[in-house]
């Protein structure tokens, strides 16, 4: 036990290390990164990471993945500056992936460190264990759904997920099929924001497509919830 405990929080140091090194390493980068995105000004960001020249995609999948693996911001601006500054389709192939990658990193920090003590208010409680049983069987399929969701924040479903039963396999498979058609639409739809002039047809493409999204997702949330009634 004690062993394990050392694991975690060497796990959680090493995150806050390297996030250390790079702001040491490169203190005007990560200063100057740190208020564009808190500025929101993506404009700005895409040049700054343009002057980085072949390493503004390295520079920008690190910061997506610590952006993620923190919680501490929305990735939306790093994400419209890559479909801007890479194109819509890389732009959102390196966003899904760093993405990806740190909401794992934050799963695995938080199950680590709070998994334990969250397990021990379940078991005091009749009607939470009856949830984290449930988050057990249908785990994939609630973390898909909420996945699919955009401009979600993502630190509350890494959080319900890491003090959930859901298994790490059926998290990081959640994950890459959910993620993917909400991050496309975060990109798609900041980028044709920032370019409103040339784009203003597409735009009412994606809402009406955004909307039929939501739509779906409530469908098949009353649908669940209906089985789970009958299923009791």
Known sequence: MRHSRWI???????LLVSIGIFHLALPEVSTRLWSLIVGGDVAALVDFLRSFGAWAMVISVVIDVIINAT????????????GILFGIVPGILISWIAECMGVTISFL???????????KLVDKSSMLKKVDELSGRNGFRVMLLARMVPYFP??????L??????????????????KLPSTALEVVIGYDIVNYQENSGWLSVIAILLASAYGINAWLNNRRKRRSQEEN
Not at 8 to 14: D, M, R
Not at 71 to 82: D, F, H
Not at 154 to 159: E, N, P, V, Y
């Open 154 to 159: 993502s630190g509350i479903i890494t959080a």
């Open 8 to 14: 975690k929080f060497g796990s959680l140091f090493a």
């Open 161 to 178: 997920g890491a003090l959930s039963s859901i298994s790490l396999k059926d998290y990081i498979f959640a994950n890459l099929i959910g």
């Open 71 to 82: 919680g501490v911001l929305p990735s939306i601006v790093i994400s419209t500056a890559n």
């Open 109 to 119: 920090l938080m199950r680590g460190l709070f998994r334990d003590e969250a397990k």
